[in-house]
């Protein structure tokens, strides 16, 4: 299911190029156009729901626990020391793509302020 005009749906299609990271038949992920850090990525769920409140309960289970594998894979590479795993809910929540998504934010030692 896609939404016209929906940019990740574009992305998820292949019309609109991405760095994809990780690809089955459910999720997407891809880097961020705009990195907070190095290797910032964005978990997608290929089917379009705008945000959680649309998420059917077994598809947010299933994200999260592919946040988990993407934060096991992604320590190994990148040798970050943490993550910070965000996830925005309308536009005053700051929601700019409404196609559900979480950030998966490598964080590194010293790396400063950035949420
Ligand atoms: P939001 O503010 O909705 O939580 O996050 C949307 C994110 O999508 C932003 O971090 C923004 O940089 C990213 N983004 C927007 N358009 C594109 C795009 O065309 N490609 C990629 N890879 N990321 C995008
Ligand atoms: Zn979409």
């Known amino acids: 299911m896609r939404e016209n005009g929906c940019i990740f749906c574009k992305i998820i299609a292949g019309e609109i190029p ?3 990271i990780y690809e089955d038949d459910q999720f ?3 880097l961020d156009v705009a990195p ?3 290797g910032h990525a964005l978990i997608l769920p290929k089917d379009h729901y ?3 409140y649309e998420l059917p309960e077994e598809k947010a289970v299933d994200a999260i626990k592919l946040a988990k594998r993407m934060m096991a894979v992604m320590t190994d590479k990148l040798k970050c020391d943490g993550f910070n ?3 925005n809910n ?3 929540a700051g929601q ?3 196609h559900f998504h979480m950030h998966l934010i490598p964080r590194y030692k010293n790396d400063g302020e950035i949420l």
């Open 18 to 20: 991405s760095q994809t």
């Open 96 to 98: 700019t793509v409404f």
């Open 85 to 87: 795993l965000v996830q």
């Open 90 to 92: 309308g536009e005053v």
């Open 50 to 52: 705008a945000n959680l």
């Open 36 to 38: 907070a850090t190095k």
């Open 28 to 30: 997407k992920v891809i």
